[in-house]
């Protein structure tokens, strides 16, 4: 029997152990459910604390972790904005927009767009989200299995399925409540295993070593990999997602107050931040003590995998910690969406229903995308987030800004549905069939903003001018 193969034995005792107490923790929690407004909103009690932590485990995820650091590793220290970029947005809602979302005192984010416009924007932006987080949910399982792909001995699909199962069946145990408490205990996980054991453990292994990397690759803002278009196309993509997300708003209708929802955004701004900086170091390191990795993607658990194995095992499973406190989030969102906004009705069966078909998509998606890699030999797992946070950036995220600006933007219903189809439409169809796909993002925004300005109510002054 090898040495390696006790390594992994061991480190999968520890991931086991690990996600076996967690799936424990959310049953306790789902006995603390009464009603649907516990299911949903987690009884809309959330103080700072909690809210902080829920929103900063929900929103460093697949993209924040696994594409992040593949993409520092393949291209340089440019591709930190698609972490940055997230933090930045975050601090933005919570400066202008986290209060009035919890004023809504709503229960979605397409319940929200129906209370700014009408049922039609509401609907369509509904069919939208569930879209998107279809995946968001396929991201993080493509996350998972590529973090998991490392210490386990399986086929990949394997991987896929078990991770699959595993996520829509801890959501469809607790919902909201059970989400909040264990995103409590991953929010400190995750701050432990990556950002106080990984991040130093491996800078000082390759400090040493630092001076060998090109300037280009540690070179920021921009590279010779990533230009000023490129850059600002992963910007909007990631940020505008973290003013506007249906995720994160679920989150803050969960706050008890407008005080503790702007705090509690403003917090995980913070606090995703410092996740955005340790992913950096984490991907630098693995650049210089592993510089010949095939796949980009398993660069962080490749590089995590090298250390001590206790060690190893604490922070993967932190890794894992980012993906199922996302994907439950995910999962939650899309069948509170499925229950109330597409069905009318508050009911909790229906809503796991909805947990499930969500979930399963998803793992029919990542399936597909795996072939897909496989026969073409392009990225599965970037091309999901690119059509994940494209479509729903270019369709979505500026109706919902101007609609909460109604009194000077002057927005009306039939400008906030054209925007949502022309800018998702045209987002997508750029990114899969145009040239330079990368910017389809941009496009997509171009298109989604003058039916907001073209379709507005006419003022006395714009009258005179006639």
Not at 29 to 50: G, H, M, T, V
Request: one cysteine or more; aromatic letters at 12%; hydrophobic letters at 55%.
């Amino acid at each position: 029997m090898s040495l390696s193969y006790i390594m992994e034995v061991i480190l999968l005792c520890i991931i086991i152990i690990y996600i076996v107490t967690i799936i424990l923790i959310g049953i306790y929690s789902s006995r603390k459910i009464k009603n649907e407004k516990d299911f949903f909103l987690a009884n809309r009690k959330l103080n700072i604390f909690p809210l902080t932590a829920t929103i900063t485990a929900t929103t460093v995820g697949g993209s924040a972790t696994i594409v992040a650091g593949g993409r520092i590793y393949e291209q340089g220290l440019p591709a930190l904005w698609y972490d940055i970029a997230g933090a930045i947005g975050l601090i933005v809602l919570g400066l202008f927009l986290a209060k009035k979302v919890r004023k809504t005192k709503l229960y979605t984010l397409p319940d929200i767009t129906g209370y700014l416009y009408d049922e039609k924007v509401r609907l369509a932006s509904a069919i939208l989200i569930l879209i998107t987080e279809i995946t968001w949910i396929s991201l993080l399982i493509q996350s998972s299995s590529l973090l998991l792909s490392v210490v386990l001995p399986f086929e990949y699909e394997i991987i896929l399925i078990t991770i699959s199962i595993l996520f829509i069946a801890y959501t469809l145990i607790g919902g909201q409540l059970a989400v909040v408490y264990t995103d409590i205990i991953q929010f400190f996980v995750m701050i432990i295993g990556i950002c106080f054991i990984a991040t130093p453990l491996l800078l000082s292994e390759a400090l040493p070593k630092l001076s060998q990397i090109p300037l280009d690759t540690i070179s920021f803002p921009i590279n010779s990999n990533i230009g000023i278009l490129t850059a600002g196309s992963i910007f909007f993509m990631m940020f505008l997602p973290h003013i506007v997300g249906p995720d994160i708003y679920s989150k803050i209708l969960c706050a008890k107050d407008e005080l503790s929802a702007r705090k509690g955004v403003l917090f995980s701004g913070f606090f995703k931040f410092i996740f955005a900086i340790s992913i950096g170091i984490i991907s630098i390191s693995a650049i210089v003590l592993y510089p010949n990795i095939e796949n980009s993607y398993v660069a962080i658990p490749t590089v995590v995998f090298g250390l001590p194995t206790l060690l190893a095992g604490i922070i993967l499973s932190a890794f894992i910690s980012t993906m199922i406190s996302s994907s439950d989030s995910c999962l939650i969102s899309a069948g509170t969406i499925l229950s109330i906004d597409i069905l009318h009705t508050k009911n909790i069966l229906i809503s796991r229903i909805g947990i499930f078909i969500v979930g399963f998509f998803a793992l029919l998606l990542s399936l597909f995308v795996t072939n897909i890699e496989s026969i073409l030999g392009v990225s599965g797992i970037l091309k999901t987030l690119q059509i994940a946070y494209t479509i729903f950036t270019a369709g979505l995220t500026m109706p919902v800004i101007f609609g909460f600006y109604k009194e000077k933007t002057k927005v009306t219903s039939r400008g906030a549905l054209w925007s949502l189809i022309l800018g998702g439409f045209t987002s997508i169809i750029w990114l899969n069939f145009a040239p330079y796909g990368e910017y389809g993002v941009l496009i997509g925004l171009a298109f989604s903003i003058p039916p907001l300005i073209l379709f507005r109510k006419k003022t006395k002054k714009d009258n005179n001018f006639i």
